[in-house]
Protein backbone atom coordinates (compact mmCIF):
# COMPACT_ATOMS: atom_id res chain seq x y z
CA UNK A 1 0.00 0.00 0.00
CA UNK A 2 1.39 3.52 -0.53
CA UNK A 3 1.45 5.89 1.89
CA UNK A 4 3.08 9.53 2.57
CA UNK A 5 3.66 10.93 5.38
CA UNK A 6 4.44 14.44 5.62
CA UNK A 7 6.73 16.54 8.28
CA UNK A 8 8.66 19.27 8.96
CA UNK A 9 6.05 21.86 8.64
CA UNK A 10 5.51 24.35 11.57
CA UNK A 11 5.49 28.01 12.61
CA UNK A 12 8.69 30.07 11.19
CA UNK A 13 9.81 33.83 11.22
CA UNK A 14 9.64 35.98 7.40
CA UNK A 15 13.42 35.10 6.24
CA UNK A 16 13.49 31.69 7.74
CA UNK A 17 14.22 28.34 6.14
CA UNK A 18 12.55 24.85 6.69
CA UNK A 19 12.73 21.76 5.48
CA UNK A 20 10.08 19.59 4.99
CA UNK A 21 10.34 15.20 4.08
CA UNK A 22 7.50 13.11 3.21
CA UNK A 23 8.49 9.20 3.79
CA UNK A 24 7.55 7.00 1.61
CA UNK A 25 6.24 3.45 1.60
CA UNK A 26 5.16 0.74 -0.56
CA UNK A 27 6.98 1.71 -3.54
CA UNK A 28 10.19 3.24 -4.06
CA UNK A 29 10.80 7.29 -4.93
CA UNK A 30 13.31 6.67 -7.28
CA UNK A 31 11.18 5.06 -9.58
CA UNK A 32 7.96 7.37 -9.39
CA UNK A 33 7.41 10.79 -10.05
CA UNK A 34 7.57 12.96 -6.73
CA UNK A 35 5.74 16.20 -6.22
CA UNK A 36 4.80 18.87 -3.55
CA UNK A 37 1.75 20.64 -3.58
CA UNK A 38 0.44 23.65 -1.69
CA UNK A 39 -2.78 25.14 -0.74
CA UNK A 40 -2.50 28.79 1.25
CA UNK A 41 -5.86 29.33 3.23
CA UNK A 42 -8.72 30.33 1.69
CA UNK A 43 -6.91 29.15 -1.64
CA UNK A 44 -7.01 26.71 -4.41
CA UNK A 45 -4.12 24.08 -5.00
CA UNK A 46 -0.98 25.47 -6.74
CA UNK A 47 2.11 22.80 -8.11
CA UNK A 48 5.30 23.45 -6.49
CA UNK A 49 7.88 21.29 -8.16
CA UNK A 50 8.41 17.56 -9.21
CA UNK A 51 11.15 15.81 -9.84
CA UNK A 52 11.37 12.80 -12.40
CA UNK A 53 12.45 8.75 -11.74
CA UNK A 54 15.22 10.03 -14.04
CA UNK A 55 16.10 12.97 -11.68
CA UNK A 56 14.61 15.73 -13.75
CA UNK A 57 13.23 18.85 -11.44
CA UNK A 58 10.67 21.60 -11.96
CA UNK A 59 10.11 24.52 -10.61
CA UNK A 60 6.94 26.74 -9.99
CA UNK A 61 7.89 30.33 -11.19
CA UNK A 62 6.82 31.26 -7.82
CA UNK A 63 9.57 29.35 -5.73
CA UNK A 64 12.24 29.27 -8.23
CA UNK A 65 15.56 29.73 -6.58
CA UNK A 66 13.93 29.72 -3.23
CA UNK A 67 13.01 25.98 -3.06
CA UNK A 68 15.20 22.82 -3.66
CA UNK A 69 13.49 19.81 -4.41
CA UNK A 70 15.68 16.30 -3.46
CA UNK A 71 15.02 12.53 -2.14
CA UNK A 72 16.71 10.50 -0.70
CA UNK A 73 16.53 7.20 -2.35
CA UNK A 74 18.56 4.65 0.74
CA UNK A 75 15.91 5.89 3.10
CA UNK A 76 13.06 6.99 0.37
CA UNK A 77 12.43 10.26 1.77
CA UNK A 78 11.40 13.03 -0.49
CA UNK A 79 12.74 16.50 0.97
CA UNK A 80 11.39 20.24 -0.23
CA UNK A 81 14.25 22.79 1.40
CA UNK A 82 12.26 26.24 1.21
CA UNK A 83 14.64 29.60 2.00
CA UNK A 84 13.82 33.17 2.43
CA UNK A 85 10.33 32.12 3.40
CA UNK A 86 7.41 35.32 2.67
CA UNK A 87 3.64 35.41 4.00
CA UNK A 88 2.74 34.34 0.73
CA UNK A 89 4.40 30.79 1.27
CA UNK A 90 2.50 29.68 4.42
CA UNK A 91 -0.15 26.98 3.35
CA UNK A 92 -0.22 23.22 3.75
CA UNK A 93 2.02 21.56 1.65
CA UNK A 94 1.29 18.51 0.16
CA UNK A 95 3.83 15.63 -0.71
CA UNK A 96 2.48 13.29 -3.87
CA UNK A 97 3.54 10.65 -6.12
CA UNK A 98 2.39 8.53 -9.52
CA UNK A 99 3.75 6.21 -11.55
CA UNK A 100 3.06 8.29 -14.48
CA UNK A 101 4.29 12.21 -14.74
CA UNK A 102 1.16 13.26 -16.38
CA UNK A 103 -0.99 12.84 -13.15
CA UNK A 104 -0.99 12.37 -9.38
CA UNK A 105 -2.31 8.97 -7.86
CA UNK A 106 -1.32 9.39 -4.10
CA UNK A 107 -1.15 12.25 -1.65
CA UNK A 108 0.22 12.74 1.61
CA UNK A 109 -2.37 14.58 4.28
CA UNK A 110 -0.07 17.12 4.13
CA UNK A 111 1.99 19.55 6.69
CA UNK A 112 1.15 23.27 7.89
CA UNK A 113 4.15 25.68 7.01
CA UNK A 114 3.02 29.13 8.48
CA UNK A 115 5.07 32.17 7.91
CA UNK A 116 4.85 34.98 10.52
CA UNK A 117 6.52 37.37 12.72
CA UNK B 1 2.69 29.14 -18.77
CA UNK B 2 -0.90 27.66 -19.02
CA UNK B 3 -3.70 29.21 -17.45
CA UNK B 4 -6.69 27.11 -16.72
CA UNK B 5 -10.34 28.41 -15.44
CA UNK B 6 -13.25 26.75 -14.64
CA UNK B 7 -16.36 27.68 -14.57
CA UNK B 8 -19.21 28.02 -12.62
CA UNK B 9 -16.79 28.88 -9.60
CA UNK B 10 -19.67 27.63 -7.28
CA UNK B 11 -22.95 25.59 -7.84
CA UNK B 12 -25.51 24.26 -5.23
CA UNK B 13 -27.26 21.42 -6.15
CA UNK B 14 -30.17 18.46 -5.57
CA UNK B 15 -29.15 14.79 -5.02
CA UNK B 16 -29.70 13.31 -8.22
CA UNK B 17 -28.75 16.13 -10.10
CA UNK B 18 -26.56 16.12 -13.02
CA UNK B 19 -23.16 18.23 -12.54
CA UNK B 20 -21.66 19.77 -15.18
CA UNK B 21 -18.16 21.87 -14.83
CA UNK B 22 -15.86 23.46 -17.51
CA UNK B 23 -12.44 23.88 -17.55
CA UNK B 24 -10.49 25.48 -20.14
CA UNK B 25 -6.86 25.88 -21.18
CA UNK B 26 -4.93 28.55 -22.59
CA UNK B 27 -3.59 26.94 -25.05
CA UNK B 28 -3.90 23.68 -26.33
CA UNK B 29 -3.42 20.50 -23.96
CA UNK B 30 -3.95 17.44 -25.84
CA UNK B 31 -5.75 15.65 -23.49
CA UNK B 32 -3.73 16.21 -20.33
CA UNK B 33 -6.27 17.13 -18.31
CA UNK B 34 -6.91 15.59 -14.68
CA UNK B 35 -9.44 16.05 -12.39
CA UNK B 36 -9.16 16.20 -8.58
CA UNK B 37 -12.12 16.44 -5.67
CA UNK B 38 -10.87 17.79 -2.35
CA UNK B 39 -12.83 18.02 0.86
CA UNK B 40 -11.64 20.30 3.67
CA UNK B 41 -9.18 18.50 5.84
CA UNK B 42 -8.33 15.48 3.59
CA UNK B 43 -6.08 15.01 0.38
CA UNK B 44 -6.92 15.58 -3.21
CA UNK B 45 -7.95 12.68 -4.96
CA UNK B 46 -7.39 12.10 -8.69
CA UNK B 47 -11.28 11.33 -10.49
CA UNK B 48 -10.29 11.63 -14.14
CA UNK B 49 -6.67 11.50 -16.00
CA UNK B 50 -5.94 11.63 -18.89
CA UNK B 51 -9.36 13.85 -20.35
CA UNK B 52 -11.80 10.76 -20.02
CA UNK B 53 -10.04 7.99 -17.96
CA UNK B 54 -11.82 7.73 -14.87
CA UNK B 55 -9.55 6.46 -11.66
CA UNK B 56 -9.47 3.49 -9.87
CA UNK B 57 -11.79 3.04 -7.63
CA UNK B 58 -14.00 6.07 -8.67
CA UNK B 59 -17.31 5.66 -9.24
CA UNK B 60 -18.65 6.11 -12.16
CA UNK B 61 -21.16 8.81 -11.81
CA UNK B 62 -17.90 10.60 -12.83
CA UNK B 63 -16.56 11.25 -16.39
CA UNK B 64 -14.66 13.50 -18.21
CA UNK B 65 -14.60 14.73 -22.04
CA UNK B 66 -12.71 17.44 -24.34
CA UNK B 67 -9.51 17.91 -25.84
CA UNK B 68 -7.40 20.75 -27.02
CA UNK B 69 -8.64 23.70 -24.75
CA UNK B 70 -12.29 22.68 -23.45
CA UNK B 71 -12.98 20.02 -21.18
CA UNK B 72 -16.05 19.42 -18.85
CA UNK B 73 -16.32 17.16 -15.70
CA UNK B 74 -20.12 15.57 -15.16
CA UNK B 75 -21.51 13.85 -12.45
CA UNK B 76 -24.73 12.17 -13.48
CA UNK B 77 -26.13 11.66 -10.22
CA UNK B 78 -24.85 13.97 -7.13
CA UNK B 79 -24.82 12.60 -3.97
CA UNK B 80 -24.35 13.73 -0.42
CA UNK B 81 -20.46 12.67 -0.47
CA UNK B 82 -19.78 14.71 -3.46
CA UNK B 83 -19.93 17.82 -1.60
CA UNK B 84 -16.28 19.21 -2.47
CA UNK B 85 -13.78 21.65 -4.62
CA UNK B 86 -12.92 20.34 -7.78
CA UNK B 87 -9.75 21.00 -9.64
CA UNK B 88 -8.79 20.72 -13.08
CA UNK B 89 -4.99 20.55 -13.13
CA UNK B 90 -3.15 20.81 -17.04
CA UNK B 91 -0.47 18.06 -17.34
CA UNK B 92 0.96 18.82 -20.70
CA UNK B 93 3.62 21.10 -19.78
CA UNK B 94 5.16 22.62 -16.30
CA UNK B 95 4.30 24.49 -14.39
CA UNK B 96 1.41 22.04 -14.36
CA UNK B 97 -1.33 24.48 -13.29
CA UNK B 98 -4.86 23.94 -11.37
CA UNK B 99 -7.64 26.03 -12.48
CA UNK B 100 -9.41 27.77 -9.44
CA UNK B 101 -11.81 25.20 -8.58
CA UNK B 102 -15.46 24.81 -8.20
CA UNK B 103 -17.21 24.14 -5.01
CA UNK B 104 -20.04 21.94 -5.30
CA UNK B 105 -22.79 21.95 -2.54
CA UNK B 106 -25.62 20.02 -1.97
CA UNK B 107 -29.32 21.73 -1.63
Known amino acids: EVQLVESGGGLIQPGGSLRLSCAAS????????MSWVRQAPGKGLEWVSS???????YYADSVQGQFTISRDNSKNILYLQMNSLRAEDTAVYYC???????????WGQGTLVTVSS | DIQMTQSPSSLSASVGDRVTIACRAS??????LNWYQHKPGKAPELLIY???SLQSGVPSRFSGSGSGTDFTLTITSLQPEDSATYYC?????????FGPGTKVDIK
Open chain 1, 96 to 106: ATSPSRRHIDY
Open chain 1, 26 to 33: GFSVSSNY
Open chain 1, 51 to 57: IYSGGNI
Open chain 2, 27 to 32: QTISIY
Open chain 2, 50 to 52: SAS
Open chain 2, 89 to 97: QQAYSTPFT
